[in-house]
């Protein structure tokens, strides 16, 4: 019973990890390419200076420490990405559509 019981618990580096991907994988943040990250008062120092360390490995992946004790992560997009013209969101019968350059 134990075991099922732990099989559902995510461990402190596996919740910071989620929450993370979570707010890099939101749609503002995809837009802007950048996103503000914080470390809870439940994430332990040493899970969260861990990934702060891989992130910081990661290229193309600038990464700042702020004074409020944040951390912005910015990116790039990749070369072969098509990126929105969001300066030609049009209505259309579908609702809006975004026409791709590049």
Do not use: C, F
């Not at 990661?58 to 098509?82: I, K, M, R, S, Y």
């Amino acid at each position: 019973m134990a075991e099922e019981q732990k099989a559902g618990v995510l461990s402190p580096a596996e919740r910071l990890s989620i929450r993370v991907s979570n707010m890099v994988g939101h749609p503002a943040s995809q837009a802007r390419r950048m996103v503000v990250i914080h470390q809870l008062h439940d994430d332990p120092d040493d899970v969260w200076q861990a990934m702060l360390e891989g992130i910081g490995e990661v290229d193309g992946l600038g990464l700042t420490h702020n004074d409020d004790g944040t951390v912005t992560l910015e990116w790039e997009p990749p070369e072969d990405e098509q990126v929105p013209d969001w300066s030609d969101l049009s209505p259309s019968e579908d609702g809006y559509k975004i026409e791709r350059v590049g």
